[in-house]
């Protein structure tokens, strides 16, 4: 069992948190976006945007970090503006199954019950069954299917959402 620790990121995660999102993106995301593009672009897409993002205080960014090595083994980031959308959660695809993505959902769910939200959504890719899985697993239900654009690319994509949050096992 890996030994791992969560935190609040700081702005100096956010390369590590790029290169794995990046990673998991040519993991999960092969199915659905060009070869080409997880191939070439896909590392100074992820690492753009995360240079950009301006994390407000409402905000919930965590990471994963494995003890003693202090590699990133997952994060998970949720914009509240004014609702809770977690747009990534992302672990190392060799370190999948061993608990990390629950126990930051688990983390993010208290976090945002503390900041008085009580609902949260994100959307998946359609044919990702795996996280829909996950999601529905900590209690999320599937919603309507809708086109979004991902670095420009359109996806279909499935909301879950939660509408009360749950409580930590």
Known sequence: MIQYQIR????????AIAQLQANSW???????LPASYLAERVDADVSDIWSRYKIKP?????V????????????VSVWCRPNAFID??????AKTSNGIGTALMQ????RLRDQGHHRAWLSVLVGNSGAVRFYTRLGARPGMVRREDLCGFPVEAQIMQWEHLPLSE
């Open 8 to 15: 609040t990121a700081i702005r100096s995660d956010f390369p």
């Open 26 to 32: 040519r993991h999960a995301y092969r199915n659905h």
């Open 58 to 62: 409402q905000d919930v960014v965590l």
């Open 64 to 75: 994963a970090r494995e003890t003693g090595t202090q590699s990133l083994l997952g994060f």
């Open 88 to 93: 990534n959660l992302h672990c190392d695809p």
């Open 107 to 110: 983390m993010v769910f208290n």
